[in-house]
């Protein structure tokens, strides 16, 4: 029994070698609640183990960490690998994904959603890493976020979106999502070990159900 599932695994390896990488989805990664998305250019899916090298890579940077709430620096393995044991444990947040491209399967950011206590209200956050900045991939990637959110969970009214004040970029791809400017406030920043200030951006339901096309937002 064990050489036939040894030979069936192999026979199953090697198909799957052949897949293009939306096609080589593992089956955990079909997730009712928080379904594998698929952009023009992005596979965007749960973490996992083959992700922490780049993970960790691409995270070790100032200029990522100091723009997030959450993210420690510096960010070694361990922090990797913790963070992907924590997305397995549904210890973060509601759904976290991995942002890779479609035409390699190369993990290049990450983008999540957190429900609030209202029942009727989540936050979406993102990052991405240096070398995939410019190039329209947050902006893609919070698209297929905000349309999964609102398309399959009836219950939810409206998303948030925080960025830092200096954070031009980040501001530029809430606005091109559609949400609208809400007021300035305070966040902590685990990198910094500090607040800072931060604007709040809310897109409601019947502001999405306009702007679905997205073409308006180009």
Known sequence: MQGELIRVDQSRSTREDQRSPKERLRPERLRTDCPVLLSERLVMRAPHEEDIDALSHLANNAKVATMVSRMPHPYTANDAADFVRRTKNGEIGKCVYAI???????????CGVEPHAD??????????GEPFWG????TEACHALVD?????????????????????ASRRVIQKCGFQFQGSGLAASLALGSNVPVEWYRLDRKTWMSLRSWGALS
Request: with cysteine.
């Open 119 to 128: 029942g009727r209200t989540v936050e979406i956050g993102y990052w991405l």
């Open 148 to 168: 999964m959110v609102l398309r399959t969970r009836e219950n939810i009214d409206q998303i948030d979106a925080r960025c830092r004040v200096m954070n031009i």
């Open 135 to 138: 190039q329209g991939y947050t």
């Open 100 to 110: 890779t491209k479609a035409e390699n399967g190369a993990f290049i950011g990450c």
